[in-house]
């Protein structure tokens, strides 16, 4: 079992940054690729980023491609999304989770075995 934590959630304005954090308990992270998903009010959740567990290389959605950067510091089984040039639009519960599977191309919710509880983040124009 692995437990996801997810922190740094917060309400900012436009074209800001933020840098969410997934830490993990349990088993020890670096065995998993982990992706970060987010989920907008009445809408589904979506694929954000992803990352390999062991190449550290790394897949992003189209619309967070350049602004956002995901990394992991396997000593503290944490990884990290970084946010840049924050819009409205990426206002949404910001959710990490484990994939057995060790790919960073692994963009779909049910390849991933363990999730967090979410994040609020919050963009206002």
């Known amino acids: 079992q692995v437990q996801l934590v997810e922190s740094g959630g917060s309400l900012l304005q436009a074209g800001g940054s933020l840098r969410l954090s997934c830490a993990a308990s349990?088993?020890?992270?670096?065995?998993?690729?982990v992706g970060w998903f987010r989920q907008a009010p009445g809408k589904e959740r979506e694929f954000v980023a992803a990352?390999?567990?062991?190449?550290?290389?790394?897949n992003y959605a189209d619309s967070v491609r350049g602004r956002f950067t995901i990394s992991r510091d396997n000593d503290k089984n944490t990884v990290y999304l970084q946010m840049d040039s924050l819009q409205p639009g990426d206002t949404a519960v910001y959710y990490c989770?484990?994939?057995?599977?060790?790919?960073?191309?692994?963009?779909?919710?049910?390849?991933?075995?363990?999730w967090g509880q979410g994040t609020q983040v919050t963009v206002s124009s």
């Open positions: 989770a484990a994939s057995a599977t060790g790919s960073f191309m692994v963009t779909t919710e049910a390849n991933y075995d363990y």
């Open positions: 990352i390999n567990r062991s190449s550290f290389r790394a």
């Open positions: 349990g088993r020890t992270l670096s065995n998993y690729a």
